[in-house]
């Protein structure tokens, strides 16, 4: 949704130019911020694309999306303060929710990149 909002908002800057109307006038900072927050939330949106599958066994890709999202949760660049704070939450709760599955000794076989 976020990454709609963002094409969207270029969409309707380049229409307000050829209509010679106003610009939407988004603060660069605002911008940087939803693709920061897009970057952020793009490892929750895949893990619920892949574990929301109708037409295969989802049950077995539990433990590898939690372990993915575990190790994505720390590679993210930020740039502006906001988005910096939201990046610390989030690792703070995914290292508070998800870590147990990540160093649980029932899964020693998962080896995830």
Request: net charge negative; hydrophobic share 40%; charged share 20%.
């Amino acid at each position: 949704m976020i990454e709609k909002v963002i094409h969207q908002a270029e969409q309707l800057e380049i229409a307000a130019l050829k209509l010679k109307r106003p610009a939407l006038n988004i603060a660069a900072e605002d911008q940087v911020l939803l693709e920061e927050v897009s970057e952020m939330l793009k490892p929750f949106q895949e893990a619920t694309t892949t574990l929301s599958g109708a037409k295969y066994p989802t049950a077995s890709l539990i433990v590898p999306t939690v372990i993915v999202i575990c190790r994505a949760g720390g590679k993210i660049e930020v740039k502006c303060e906001p988005g910096s704070k939201m990046n610390d939450y989030l690792l703070s709760q995914i290292s508070t929710r998800l870590s147990s599955f990540e160093n649980d000794l029932h899964f020693p076989h998962v080896n995830i990149p």
